[in-house]
């Protein structure tokens, strides 16, 4: 199987998409699964690769008890590879145009209470793990957000973080008190670090005790950790839901709270709504069976 179309479409993900480098790598995982089991059929032309031996991709997916989730994601790849290829004349049929994507269940984001968060801020935490909580919570930022910012991502008089989300949209979040606070602290702290590590200033904003960039995957643990103390199963992105419910149930405007998310459409936000109508019927039946 010729790799070439692989690394050309990657790299049109990349250049023209702008697509961030875990995003391709899972393209790069699903399409070569998919051509390395063309390949054991016999098929060894992206060209000669029919309906059929889709079909028979998406059964093994299944037969192997891969999640609607992933199965998802594998069609969704192949979608996006078999157009690019027809769009460029590398072919003259694309085998995935009909091709269905399985159906996915509703699950509502798993939401923090107030009191959760309060739990956790409290805590003994130093100051860049308190700034992670403060800025994944009270700015609603993706981990790779976070994981990505610089320090001249950071206007600490106006208070606003440039960020850059999906597909590399920028997009102003406001912060608040705490969060500047917690900035500050920090800021006193990363000194300390590059003094100590002999280092000069590096752009990243979060640095480890050692100096070196804090990663996606350190988030994650430290996140993980704290769900312990709380007895609760979170990640990073469970702050952002509880940041983005939590606007909506105070008041917040849903076109507001998409811009501050960084949707692109509002149909992602309004998964939210659903959230509040669902916890508001608890707090109802809560109250009037307790009556």
Known sequence: MDIQYLSEYLEYLEIEKGLSQNTLDAYRRDLSDFF?????????????????????YILKLRERKYSSTSVTRKVASLRGFFKWFCANEYGTKNPSLTLEQPKLPKKLPKVLTVSDLNAILTSDLNPVELLIVELLYGCG????????????????????????GKGSKERIVPFGSKAKDALKKYFKL???????????????LLLRDNGKPITRQDIYNFIRKQGEKIHKH?????????????LLENGADLRVVQ?????????TTQLYTHITKKRLKEVYFAINNGS
């Not at 063309?38 to 028979?56: F, K, P, T």
């Not at 979170?234 to 939590?246: N, V, Y």
Request: charged letters at 30%.
């Open 141 to 164: 930022l993706r981990v790779s957000e976070l994981a990505n910012l610089k320090l001249s991502n950071i206007d600490i008089k106006s208070k606003y973080i440039q960020c850059y």
């Open 36 to 56: 390395e089991f063309s390949y054991q059929r016999g098929v060894n032309e992206v060209e000669n690769i029919e309906r059929a031996d889709l079909n028979a």
């Open 190 to 204: 990363r000194d300390y670090i590059l003094l100590k590590n002999n280092l000069k200033d590096k752009k990243i």
């Open 234 to 246: 979170i990640s990073p992105h469970t702050l952002r839901h509880s940041f983005a419910t939590h």
């Open 259 to 267: 811009e501050l998310l960084g949707h692109s459409d509002v149909a």
